[in-house]
């Protein structure tokens, strides 16, 4: 039953929604494959699936960039989150994101434009997992160079519309793969595609066929690894299906029947050309025939009104009437009127295809000019995502298309010749039961309305023959089991540990730790200032220090986890986690005991008595507490300590808390413990500079720049650097982690240049320690200066002996 299209379309329509009752211009509605259907079009038949699937307003056949929030690894511990946006994307187009955003394993992340409501919509990224990829990578690879020509193409920087423009497009992304040093991703492979895609959105253009050849060339050489991971977002078939149509548009413009017969002034491409291209031209336009061939993919264009040749035979060998190539194999053409067993008897054989008489009249009766063969050396290209098959392909893969048939469907069988290349390399695997020759349905190798002559045995015969009753790709395929290795933890790309921060820690670490040697040698040498109160209080917190460093920076770090995760050692990493755990919280206790004494020191009025032996009592409470969050942890979630796999593929895992045990068990007393100390910081401020303003006498200047020396002091030692910390653990930016981990690891060697360099006493006696002779001349003065010191109120012994 015939229905008028607009009639059916518009019964169907109005239950929808009545405002569709008219056929108002912005409400023309268009196939999805690009080809506008107006709404007094042709007639057809309307069906619920049809509009479903196929017709969309034709002024939402794109989905629009849209923003999207989603974390670089910028290095292995560290995340910064990015504002990155979706480019435009056809319908049925997996799109990618502007700024360069790869996984592990080489893919790109990309979200699919899908119809919904007959209009291009984003997939819902609701249910997505939090979004991490790399920028920047150790791996030298061209992503981002195809990703900014794609950008340009796409935002319309780079034209594609006229030749020159297509032209160079084409040559940059030539260039680009066959200049490329390192490996080719995944990504590149759908980018390639996606670019393909664009161009068949243009008018087809001949002079860029070179430059599509070779990039399919340079893709087909590539690892299989990459190409089955592409094979994941269907960007080999993408590319392929593509890359098929491009060539199958340009018959017209390269073998026209106004060139039949003409003298061609330079048959062959010259060497330089072919050099730079990496594909070699053949213009035999005088019989109807142009070849782009390289040794992987050789495209072969025919016009049979020239010289009737309606096929092509590729040889291993040279040999009469055979043309040579440079990329190292033999080929003929074949007139329609050849006879198929004779082409079949030719020695060195590889593969052949024509049409005989019969059969090209009827194709031409039915619309046809030309003929298209595309031979693929091997089957690269033609990726099964199913990791068990039942069929591989052991046979050059040949592609026959005639361009212009209303229906691809033979009304007489098209005869192929494949060799057999289990004979030459056999395969144990292999059994007869299967085999034979198949087409490519861009999912798998079907033999649907193939067939293959019988023989006794297939795996011995030579040359296989087979019939087709419709046009794709085909090969020969022996039967057997073959099973794929998973791809899932493969890992192709690796992120550029910014070597800056690594600098960073460890090298303020070593000055920290050089320092904090220093103030142990200074309490070691010195019996006066080791008795000090606060010297003592001083070293406890050098200690933390220390153990938090040995453990952060040098012990554990993810190559450790890793190893320990690996060898199932989770008894150590909890153990590590809990040590690394316990140092923070320790630092911690101390910083607050130190901002509490130094509170009470600024602050609170004289004359305060001190409890005896408050020192050994706050050690006891600063060594101890901690242990109580830390065993807490340890006991009731032990597995929080263990970096996830995840973490461990991403390179992002240590032995340290996670989860709930991170935030009740560091990050809480951690930051209970940083405002505490935030405040007393200000209110310590406030009471100098207060004090400070009313002292206008000469005598206090020296106070006053010991005040201001310790308040710098004050800023590195109570840990406000630890803001930073937990502003870079929120992922607030990269800038961050920078602060903090310039601040952090400088906390040692800070309190070496203030208790120990800065602070007279200290220096004196290092001084009188390596140059006595110096010092008995400095006696009178330091006298005089020791003096001022007892009175002053910054004086540690002034407080320690109350
Ligand atoms: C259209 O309708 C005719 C007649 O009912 C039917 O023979 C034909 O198969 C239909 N075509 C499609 C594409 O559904
Ligand atoms: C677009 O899709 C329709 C419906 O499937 C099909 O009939 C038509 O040939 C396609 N056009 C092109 C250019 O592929
Ligand atoms: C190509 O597109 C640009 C705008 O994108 C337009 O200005 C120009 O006229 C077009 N050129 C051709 C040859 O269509
Ligand atoms: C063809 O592809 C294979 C495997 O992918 C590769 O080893 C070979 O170098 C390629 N040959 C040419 C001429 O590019
Ligand atoms: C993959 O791409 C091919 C060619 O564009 C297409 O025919 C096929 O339907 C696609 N498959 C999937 C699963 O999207
Ligand atoms: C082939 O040669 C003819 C005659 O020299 C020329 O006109 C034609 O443009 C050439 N074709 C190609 C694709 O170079």
Redesign the pocket.
Known sequence: MNFNWCAGLFVVLALVSPIYSACPKENQMCLRNGTFQYCDGEERNSSDELMQTHLVYCTSMFCEPEEFQHDYITRNHDQTPHQNKWKRARIGERATLHDVCLLRNGMPVTRECRVKDNRANWESTEHWDPVVCLRRFREHTISGDLNSLHDDVLE?RR?T??TQ?RREMTGIMRNMFRQRGGNLLPADVHMTGQMFGALMQQDKDATVSVDLVSVCKEIMSCDSKVLRLSAQLNATNSLLSQFESYMDALPEQLVPKDRCGKVVAKPTSDEAETATTGVETYNFSDIGVQALITGNISVFFANPECDRITGLAIFSAPGDQRKTSASGFWYRFIRFSEDLAKVKEESNLETAAFLPENLWRQVKSRGATYLIFKVYAHDALFVETSLQRTRKPRSKVISISIPGLRSNYLSLPLPFLLRNENLRNPDSKAFSIGSGCGYWNYETWSTEGVSTESSSDLLKDAIIECHTNHLTQFAFLVGGSYRANDLGEEILITPINEKVLDIISIVGCSLSLLGILGIFLTAALFKSWRSQASTKVLLHLCLAMCLQMMLFVFLNTDDVSEALVVNGNTVRCVALGAAMQYSILVLFSWMLIIAFLQFQRYVTVIGIERPPRYILKAAIVAWLLPLVPTLLVALIDPDSYVPSAAQLSTDTGICYPSGYGLIFGVVLPVTLITVCNLVIFVYVFYSISHSLSQSIHKNEKKMVVKQIRLSIMLFFLLGLTWIFGIFAFMQAGVAFSYLFCITATMQGFVMFIYFVLLDSTNRRLWVGLICPTKMELDVQKRTTELQSMTTSSTNYNSRSHQ
Do not use: L, P
């Open positions: 319309g034209r519309n006229d423009g």
